[in-house]
């Protein structure tokens, strides 16, 4: 069976829940090849696996190296382990298990490994993940490596997902748009939102920025933002260190935007390290659906 006719199955046992980006009607999976509205709207699987339901053009800047650079970061090197073991016991601990399946959304999912690992994490059959990116390159890679889970090339700003149809959404160092958050978030369900602290990643930040004022950031301005549009249940710090070694180095190098603007003789400097201890400072904030 093709990766393209697998990835049509796993649409079709959860297909009531997606809706057409363009008119909003309901979908149908036709022979196992396109996404199909009421309307006649057709969204292709690619070969891949994944379908492409942008209806716009993307200007996104992420290209296949910083994506491959990135699943090696967290499926090699593991970088990112205890943030994803955190965030199953999170899923675990809130979710209501009379919900089969029990959709678990990425909203900007990039190649896929975050929602694999935490999928993994989980152990439950229950679970269908869904990721959605508006980076094509990345969303090629994640349906390559990972074709459990739903993927999907598309816009946070209208997600092709029905009303209420998530019991649970990542947002994992990524951009949001609470108003679809919101809309495709079920009455019972859960949004985790992982944001940066201070010194996350400082190690590189130090090297990079030479003026001290950007060394430094304060998430104050996006939690605000989040209590804004969800009810707070728990923020908690998460905080923890990794030794990554010089081949894994150069992966966070590419990985990371900090380092786009950066100049070669202080990347240089970061690189020729044999190994360097890395921090990850994060903030967790855990939101349900406001009742007021």
């Not at 093709?2 to 909003?24: D, L």
């Not at 920025?209 to 104050?220: G, H, L, V």
Request: hydrophobic share 35%; net charge neutral.
């Amino acid at each position: 069976m093709t990766n393209k006719e697998k990835s049509a199955r796993v649409v079709n046992k959860v297909v009531e829940i997606f809706r057409c980006p363009i008119c909003h009607r309901s979908m149908k999976v036709i022979d196992f090849k396109s996404l199909i509205c009421s309307n006649n709207h057709t969204f292709d699987f690619a070969k891949q696996g994944y379908v492409n339901m942008l209806t716009r053009p993307s200007n996104q800047h992420y290209d296949k190296k910083l994506f491959e650079a990135r699943q090696k970061i967290i499926m090699e090197s593991n970088l990112y382990s205890s943030l994803h073991e955190k965030v199953s016991e999170i899923i675990g601990e809130h979710l209501d298990e009379s919900h089969n399946p029990t959709i678990i959304f990425d909203a900007g999912s990039g190649e896929g490994s975050h929602l694999q690992k935490v999928i993994d994490e989980c152990r439950n059959k229950k679970i269908t993940g869904i990721g959605l990116d508006i980076a094509k390159e990345g969303i090629i890679m994640a349906s390559k490596n990972y074709y459990n889970p739903i993927w999907l090339v598309g816009d946070l700003a209208d997600i092709p997902l029905t009303n209420q149809s998530c019991q649970v959404i990542l947002n994992i160092l990524s951009p949001a748009n609470y108003t679809e958050f919101k809309r495709v978030l079920a009455p019972e369900g859960i949004i985790v939102k992982i944001v940066p602290r201070p010194n996350y990643l400082k190690e590189l930040r130090e090297v990079i920025f030479t003026d001290s004022n950007k060394r430094t950031y304060t998430n104050e301005e996006t939690k605000a933002l989040f209590k804004q549009n969800f009810q707070l249940v728990s923020d908690f710090r998460f905080t923890y260190f990794k030794e990554l070694e010089q081949t894994e180095i150069l992966n966070l190098i590419q990985m990371s935007p900090l380092t786009w603007n950066a100049e070669k003789e202080q990347i240089d400097s970061f690189l020729n390290r044999d190994s360097t201890e890395i921090t990850v400072d994060l903030d967790i904030l855990i939101g349900v659906k406001s009742t007021s």
